[in-house]
Every structure is written in structure tokens, then in C-alpha cells.
């Protein structure tokens, strides 16, 4: 009889002891688990996240703080040169020489008889039909034929030249077309012999500048004589 009284009054104590426990246990886990406050926000890898400093009483409540947050620095991108010439990439004002004075001549009913080419018509300015920034046409004979392997020569003010000779491939013979970079300017454009003479007048072609600033293409064709 006394076993029983003894194992009830030990089942009694077990019970208290555990109920003691439980609320314990429900008073400090409030305390233990961090709230949304308390949390460190996740930033993307590659970016520094903006953490304020210092906040003032009246964030904490809900309300805005005038406090300035700390911001990432902002990155500055490194500068890339680019070489100079009428092919090559843009190239600084200070790269470019002294303008030189290239006189344009006129085309006229008495050319010299050694141009063996004339301008077919005036310069041509648009834009979008062209694949980039270009001084492009073609050269025709006396019968509007295309002629292949004819030589041009393009120089800008600043004394920069290139030459090239029109094309002799299939659905581009006589056509010719020089890609420009750089800034504002104007080029002067003529045909010239194997030895570099002259064999046309010279076109003035202004790039960049008024009254045809916003043309990217510059058509010029030529027709033999």
C-alpha cells in the first residue's frame, strides 16, 4: 500500500517538474530567437549593401531617421587610348596636327586634260544607308560600266591620307568606300595614277559639320571622262 502512495506521489512530481520546464522553456524562446530587426540583409555577390550608421532612436519606433546611410563608393571606369588615322579608333583634339590648307578645285567644263575622270554629280549626304561612318561611291566609263582597280585618295584637313582602289569582286566592281572615324571634320577626295598624279579634280567632303552635321554617309561617284 505504501509502494502505491509512493509511486503516485513520484508520478506527481514528475508531472510538475515537466509542466515547470515547459514554461520556462516558452518564457526564454522570445528572448532566444532574433527578430526581423536583428537580421543581416543579403546582398548580391558584387554589390556592397548600403548599411545605415548610427541609427537614431526614432528608426528603431518605425519612423524615418535623418541619419545619412553609408554608401558604396562608385566605380570610375579606366580610360582606353586609341590610335589616330582615318581607319583607326577616335583620337583625342590635342592628337590631331594643325589643320593644312588643301585647296578643293572646282569641277568645271575646262579641265585640265590630264583629269581623266569628273565628279558624276554632287556629294550625296544621308544617314542609315550605309553599314557605318563612310565616304563611299563608285567609278564608271564613258558608258556607265563599272571600272575595277581605279585608285582613290582621301586626306583630312589635318594631313592624314589613305588610298584605296576600287573593288573588283562580283556585285561590287567600280565600287569603292572608305570607313572615317575621328571628330568633326573635312576630307578632300580625289583619283589618282599609279604614281600618285592626280587624274580628277578634288571634292571637298565635310564630315560632321553644318549644314550635314547629323550625315553618317558621304556619296561621291565619279564617271570617266
Given at each position: 500500500?505504501?509502494?502505491?502512495?509512493?509511486?503516485?506521489?513520484?508520478?506527481?512530481?514528475?508531472?510538475?517538474?515537466?509542466?515547470?520546464?515547459?514554461?520556462?522553456?516558452?518564457?526564454?524562446?522570445?528572448?532566444?530567437?532574433?527578430?526581423?530587426?536583428?537580421?543581416?540583409?543579403?546582398?548580391?555577390?558584387?554589390?556592397?549593401?548600403?548599411?545605415?550608421?548610427?541609427?537614431?532612436?526614432?528608426?528603431?519606433?518605425?519612423?524615418?531617421?535623418?541619419?545619412?546611410?553609408?554608401?558604396?563608393?562608385?566605380?570610375?571606369?579606366?580610360?582606353?587610348?586609341?590610335?589616330?588615322?582615318?581607319?583607326?579608333?577616335?583620337?583625342?583634339?590635342?592628337?590631331?596636327?594643325?589643320?593644312?590648307?588643301?585647296?578643293?578645285?572646282?569641277?568645271?567644263?575646262?579641265?585640265?586634260?590630264?583629269?581623266?575622270?569628273?565628279?558624276?554629280?554632287?556629294?550625296?549626304?544621308?544617314?542609315?544607308?550605309?553599314?557605318?561612318?563612310?565616304?563611299?561611291?563608285?567609278?564608271?566609263?564613258?558608258?556607265?560600266?563599272?571600272?575595277?582597280?581605279?585608285?582613290?585618295?582621301?586626306?583630312?584637313?589635318?594631313?592624314?591620307?589613305?588610298v584605296k582602289t576600287t573593288k573588283s569582286v562580283a556585285n561590287d566592281v567600280g565600287r569603292y568606300d572608305f570607313p572615317i572615324f575621328g571628330p568633326a571634320r573635312r576630307f578632300y577626295l580625289s583619283i589618282i595614277g599609279a604614281q600618285g598624279e592626280p587624274l580628277s579634280p578634288t571634292v571637298e567632303i565635310p564630315h560632321g559639320l553644318d549644314p550635314v552635321a547629323q550625315a553618317t554617309c558621304h556619296h561621291v561617284?565619279?564617271?570617266?571622262?
Open positions: 500500500m505504501n509502494q502505491r502512495y509512493v509511486l503516485l506521489a513520484f508520478l506527481l512530481i514528475l508531472l510538475a517538474l515537466c509542466t515547470a520546464a515547459y514554461l520556462i522553456g516558452r518564457a526564454l524562446l522570445p528572448a532566444a530567437t532574433p527578430g526581423p530587426a536583428s537580421r543581416v540583409p543579403w546582398t548580391p555577390p558584387g554589390i556592397t549593401a548600403t548599411v545605415e550608421t548610427n541609427p537614431s532612436p526614432t528608426a528603431a519606433a518605425g519612423r524615418p531617421s535623418t541619419t545619412s546611410p553609408t554608401r558604396a563608393p562608385t566605380a570610375t571606369a579606366a580610360g582606353v587610348a586609341t590610335p589616330r588615322g582615318l581607319a583607326g579608333g577616335s583620337p583625342t583634339p590635342t592628337d590631331w596636327p594643325t589643320p593644312i590648307d588643301t585647296p578643293t578645285v572646282t569641277p568645271t567644263a575646262t579641265l585640265p586634260a590630264a583629269y581623266r575622270y569628273e565628279p558624276a554629280g554632287a556629294v550625296r549626304h544621308s544617314s542609315g544607308d550605309c553599314p557605318g561612318i563612310y565616304i563611299l561611291g563608285t567609278v564608271t566609263d564613258r558608258q556607265g560600266r563599272p571600272l575595277a582597280d581605279v585608285r582613290l585618295k582621301l586626306t583630312d584637313e589635318y594631313g592624314n591620307t589613305d561617284n565619279w564617271k570617266e571622262r
